[in-house]
């Protein structure tokens, strides 16, 4: 079982705390695993820099794909997916 840490804005970290978001979408530039444990630590990028806040989260189901059609949505560029394709990681 691996620690993982990442960053994450307010709005979702506030959203994963509440429950109400189950899941990670993240750039594939990592590894992970069902069963690894994602520390999510709160990232202001106003003031770029964490704001002390953090949560952990057990890995379940995890999906990586690559999807041209999701740049646009996301901002993902065409290098990045193609390169990395991304997860979206359900969170117990």
Not at 1 to 23: E, Q, T
Not at 34 to 45: A, H, K, N, Q, S
Not at 53 to 69: H, M, Q
């Amino acid at each position: 079982m691996a620690i993982i840490k990442k960053k994450i804005h307010p709005k979702y970290f506030d959203l994963v705390a509440k429950g109400r978001k189950k899941f990670e979408f993240r750039i594939a530039d990592f590894d992970v695993k069902e069963g690894d444990m994602l520390v999510l630590e709160e990232w202001d990028p106003e003031a770029r820099a964490h704001t002390g806040r953090s949560l952990i989260k057990k890995v379940g189901y995890i999906k990586k794909f690559t999807i041209a059609d999701l740049q646009q949505e996301f901002g993902l560029t065409e290098k990045l997916l193609e390169q990395h394709g991304f997860y979206i990681i359900q969170l117990d």
